[in-house]
């Protein structure tokens, strides 16, 4: 365990104000093309639309209403 910060599970996303962070790879915000919600999966694509960067299930994501609601503010104030 990291000693600053909790231990983290497989595939945990951490918002922040320069980027997001998943499985231990960061990305700044001016990176990321689109962040959605399809068929109950968040979903984040960067760089130009080339792949999924991350597919998850809404259930994986702790407090996802809060988790989602940051995200899309970072993500809007970045644009």
Not at 29 to 37: F, T
Request: aromatic share 8%; no cysteine.
């Amino acid at each position: 365990m990291r000693p600053d910060r909790r231990p983290r599970g497989r595939g945990h996303r951490a918002p922040g104000r320069e980027a997001i962070e998943y499985r231990g790879e960061t990305v700044p915000w001016n990176r990321v093309d689109d962040l959605r919600v399809v068929n109950g999966r968040f979903r984040a694509r960067v760089d130009g639309g080339r792949g999924l960067w991350t597919d998850v299930p809404v259930s994986a994501v702790p407090n996802f209403p809060v988790v989602n609601a940051l995200a899309g503010q970072l993500y809007s104030a970045s644009r």
